[in-house]
C-alpha cells in the first residue's frame, strides 16, 4: 500500500514561484505523477519522474529523491490561470501495471 | 485526437435504480481504470483493466461492477445506487506496460448525484 501527503491548500502572487511538496511511502516505487485539475475537470498531465532529479518544463519543473519519498512541483512565474488543484500520484510496481494512487490534491490560489 | 470520452457527463438518480456510466477510449489501449473524486479524500481506485476481459478491484470497489468485453470499452455498473456513491466519475486509460512514456489519460468526468 501507499500513504501520500502534500499540502491541503497554497496561496501565492502572480508573478511569483510556488513550491507544492509532495511525500509518499510505498512499497514497489515505478514512478510519481504531478497532475493539474481545475475545479470541475479531468486532471491534466504534467510531469513524471522515475529517476531522482529535476526534470523541467517551461515555466513547471518536478524533482524526485526516491530515498527520501520525496518530491515537489515548482511553478514559476505564476499566473491566475495557473489556480487549480494539483495531484500528487505515486505508481507502484506489480501486477496492477499502470496503478495510481493519488494524493488528496493541494488547492493552488493565485492572488493578483 | 487522443480521448477517453465518458456518458453521461451529468446524472441524477433515485436509489436503487440501476445505472451505466460508459467510458470508450480511441486509443488503443491495454490499461483503463474508474476513479472516483470527493472532497479531501482526492482520486481513488475504483475498478481497473489491464486488458479484455481481465479487470480487478481497486481501493474501493464495493457497490460498483465492471465490464471489459472490448478493448476500447470499459462501463462501470452501479447495480443498486445509494446517496454515499454520489461523487465525481473520472474514467481513465494508458498503454502498458507502465513506463515513462504512458501518460495515463482522463476522461472530462462524470457528475453523479444518488437521491
Known amino acids: 500500500g501507499q500513504n501520500i501527503d502534500q499540502p491541503t491548500e497554497m496561496t501565492a502572487t502572480e508573478g511569483a514561484i510556488v513550491q507544492i511538496n509532495c511525500t509518499y511511502q510505498?512499497?514497489?516505487?515505478?514512478?510519481l505523477f504531478w497532475y493539474q485539475q481545475h475545479a470541475g475537470e479531468a486532471p491534466t498531465f504534467l510531469s513524471y519522474?522515475?529517476?531522482?532529479g529535476l526534470e523541467e518544463k517551461g515555466r513547471f519543473s518536478s524533482f524526485l529523491s526516491r530515498s527520501k519519498g520525496y518530491s515537489y512541483l515548482l511553478l514559476k512565474e505564476l499566473q491566475m490561470k495557473d489556480s487549480a488543484s494539483y495531484l500528487c500520484a505515486v505508481r507502484e510496481m506489480g501486477n496492477a501495471g499502470n496503478m495510481l494512487t493519488f494524493g488528496g490534491g493541494t488547492r493552488l490560489m493565485v492572488k493578483p | 485526437e487522443a480521448q477517453v470520452t465518458q456518458n453521461p457527463r451529468y446524472l441524477i438518480t433515485v436509489t436503487g435504480k440501476k445505472l451505466t456510466v460508459t467510458c470508450s477510449q480511441n486509443?488503443?489501449?491495454?490499461?483503463m481504470s474508474w476513479y472516483r473524486q470527493d472532497p479531501g479524500l482526492g482520486l481513488r481506485q475504483i475498478y481497473y483493466?489491464?486488458?479484455?476481459?481481465?479487470?480487478d478491484k481497486g481501493d474501493v470497489p464495493e457497490g460498483y461492477k465492471v465490464s471489459r468485453k472490448e478493448k476500447r470499452n470499459f462501463p462501470l455498473i452501479l447495480e443498486s445506487p445509494s446517496p454515499n456513491q454520489t461523487s465525481l466519475y473520472f474514467c481513465a486509460s494508458s498503454s502498458l506496460p507502465a513506463r515513462s512514456g504512458n501518460t495515463i489519460y482522463f476522461g472530462e468526468g462524470s457528475w453523479l448525484t444518488v437521491v
Open positions: 483493466s489491464m486488458n479484455v476481459e481481465v479487470t
Open positions: 486509443m488503443n489501449h491495454e490499461y
Open positions: 519522474n522515475v529517476l531522482d
Open positions: 510505498t512499497s514497489g516505487f515505478n514512478g
